[in-house]
């Protein structure tokens, strides 16, 4: 059974930053894509970043420049660095592995709140 493990959420200020990891136990790790959403409170799921299996990466407007999607596959991880974080961007964040062919695997979220 594939393990997903993400970590890095927490409390920060306005213009601060975070880092989220997220592991995954897949076999042929490189083979598949990521996909970063995040939900915040009383609204829909939104994607934030893709990242894919050839290292192309795609932002949505609203975090583009201030966040980056980036992974190491010798570690089965992909990293998520948010700067310039602002309170709109408070929401449970989430990764999603995908591959053609392979059902998606979401990981189990993880919080984070930008508040002063």
């Known amino acids: 059974q594939v393990q997903v493990v993400e970590s890095g959420g927490g409390l920060v200020q306005p213009g601060g930053s975070l880092r989220l990891s997220c592991a995954a136990s897949?076999?042929?790790?490189?083979?598949?894509?990521m996909r970063w959403y995040r939900q915040a409170p009383g609204k829909q799921r939104e994607l934030v970043a893709t990242i894919t299996s050839v290292m192309t990466t795609n932002y949505a407007d609203a975090v583009k420049v201030r966040f980056t999607i980036s992974r190491d596959n010798a570690k089965n991880t992909v990293y998520r660095q948010m700067n310039s974080l602002k309170p709109e961007d408070t929401a449970v964040y989430y990764c999603?592995?995908?591959?053609?062919?392979?059902?998606?695997?979401w990981g189990q979220g993880t919080q984070v709140t930008v508040s002063s």
């Open positions: 897949l076999n042929i790790f490189s083979l598949y894509g």
């Open positions: 999603n592995f995908y591959r053609s062919g392979y059902f998606a695997i």
